[in-house]
């Protein structure tokens, strides 16, 4: 199996890990087993009566939810075999000559931050800016195996694409944008505060005389118990939910000016990345409307992360056509 075959199931993997991060975050399972790496003290999610038992005994008080702990467990399981396979990749690269060494051992480490991550997200009970950085992770991890898969497998633009290449700062803004949008959102959800505005473009009500900013975005929330479900009052939540809204327009606006001048561009690559671009922002415009619309139904919500990832994906392929020059 070459490294260019390996890459291509490591990226889908990867994808389904975030798909199935999301849906457990959604469904309210991430602390659907209260310990790590196992579940009540066990490798899986116990249903027995000894099981059961055992579980009460070392978690009095806690009554075990099969469907959420399950759902976390099963996310748990798809990471542990993602992990496994990022340092397949890695030991495949320092054996054989020739492949790149610096970009695997980058994503090795950034694997095992991961774990870490997962772990700080159950011990320290969903604090937020624990669950962000997990999420971000996600999309860092699969956004680098993508660039280290355009690295190995062969893309030629023949004496490069001048037109395309004075947009190379347009481009890079708008991946910059995009990655800030996608720690908002990050931030929006951790926060539960994906319903706290429910009316359309941005806020119900006197939004922008209630706003604020200094608390919605500190980093530290304090001592609670757990952050399950929030801890934030209503106005900051709000400030939280109408900042995601108002840089989606901009960076909205900023790619699809970007795909619209690449869509002149002089290499049938670009312009097929492009178009695959604007198709991801018009599809994944639609899925924040409708997340708004219809009350955060839990398939749209979670197709609306995997919406955020694939386009970052077109994001980081431009960037990288843009300046390939041979």
Avoid at 78 to 86: I, S
Avoid at 143 to 149: E, K, Q, R, S, V
């Amino acid at each position: 199996m070459t490294l260019k075959t390996i890459l291509k199931i490591s990226i889908v993997f990867t994808f389904i890990v975030i798909l199935m991060g999301a849906y457990t975050r959604l469904a309210d399972a991430g602390l659907g087993c209260p310990d790590w790496p196992g579940c009540y003290g066990q490798l899986k999610v116990p249903t027995g009566e000894h099981e059961l038992a055992k579980a009460e005994q070392h978690f009095p008080g806690l009554e075990v939810e099969p469907k959420k702990a399950w759902l976390e467990m099963i996310h748990r399981y798809l990471a542990g075999t993602l992990g496994l396979m990022v340092f397949g990749i890695l030991i495949y690269c320092l054996r054989t000559k020739g492949s790149p060494k610096k970009l695997p051992m980058v994503i090795s480490a950034l694997i095992i931050f991961q774990a870490l991550l997962g772990m700080w997200t159950v011990t320290m009970m969903l604090m937020p800016i624990v669950v962000m950085s997990h999420l971000l992770g996600g999309f860092t991890l699969i956004a680098l195996l993508f660039l280290m898969y355009l690295r190995v497998k062969p893309l030629r633009i023949e004496g490069g694409d001048r037109f395309a290449r004075g947009f190379k700062n347009l481009a890079l803004i708008a991946l910059l944008a995009l990655i800030g949008q996608i720690m908002l959102g990050g931030w929006t959800s951790s926060n539960y505060a994906a319903l706290t505005c429910t009316t359309l473009p941005i806020c119900q009500g006197d939004w922008w005389n209630n706003l604020n900013l200094a608390k919605a975005f500190s980093p530290f929330q304090g001592d609670h118990i757990s952050f399950e479900y929030g801890v934030l009052d209503h106005y900051t939540r709000m400030t939280i939910h109408v900042a995601h809204r108002i840089w989606a327009i901009v960076t909205s606006l900023l790619i699809l000016w970007l795909g619209l001048r690449l869509l002149k561009s002089h290499s049938s690559i670009i312009k097929h990345g492009a178009g695959v671009m604007l198709v991801l922002l018009i599809l994944q415009v639609l899925l924040g409307v409708s997340n708004i619309e219809f009350l955060l139904p839990l398939p749209v919500a979670v197709a609306h992360n995997g919406g955020a990832a694939l386009l970052l994906l077109s994001l980081v392929y431009l960037n990288y056509a843009i300046r390939k020059r041979a």
